[in-house]
């Protein structure tokens, strides 16, 4: 009799995932895309503002592909991720997608800013597709940028550096 082993991971090890389901439709037909990708969870109080992070990555899919469809899931197992490849991925046809995300200063603090360096963070997303065409002739690269509140750096380089895709 064949036995199962699920055990507990580290609490260190623990994770945030979201799963996002929208249609893509920069390909001859469209087609049912997902997105998961996994961020840390702060067990002792959340230290950065995650809400944050996961509304500018959900803003820019809607701005694209209009409706969305968004599920959170808690990693605490070790068989979690490897049930998430298998339903989520499969070997399915992937584009890469980049959140870049740009501060938003307002006009009025601009003299603020004059001569400091201001950065982007890039966040690095795998969008999986229920596409059975060739991909060869379609551009597998995808680029948005979407603004967060100048105040927010802090948040956003966190993420930008933890962000995990599947």
């Known amino acids: 009799m064949a036995q199962i ?3 507990m991971l580290p609490v260190e090890q623990w994770q945030e995932a979201r799963i996002i389901k929208f249609r893509y439709n920069y390909l001859d037909r469209p087609c049912a895309a997902t997105i998961v990708y996994y961020l840390p969870c702060e067990i002792y109080g959340d230290k950065h503002d995650k809400d944050l992070i996961n509304n500018r990555i959900e803003e820019s899919l809607r701005s694209l592909f ?3 469809y ?3 899931r808690d ?3 070790d ?5 998430m490849q298998k339903i989520y991925d ?3 046809q992937k584009i890469n997608f980049v959140v870049r995300m740009l501060p938003e200063i ?3 603090q601009y003299q603020n800013y004059v001569g400091k360096d201001i950065f982007a963070y890039d966040y690095h997303l795998n969008i999986q597709l ?4 060739q991909l060869d002739k379609f551009n597998k690269d995808l680029l948005v940028t979407v603004p967060f509140p100048i105040g927010q750096e802090e948040h956003i380089s966190w993420g930008a550096d933890n962000i995990e895709t599947l």
């Open 66 to 68: 209009g409706e969305i």
């Open 5 to 7: 082993r699920i055990a």
């Open 130 to 133: 229920d596409f059975f065409g």
């Open 70 to 72: 968004v599920w959170r």
């Open 75 to 77: 990693v605490f197992f």
């Open 79 to 83: 068989n979690i991720k490897g049930e």
């Open 90 to 92: 499969g070997g399915r």
């Open 106 to 108: 307002p006009v009025e």
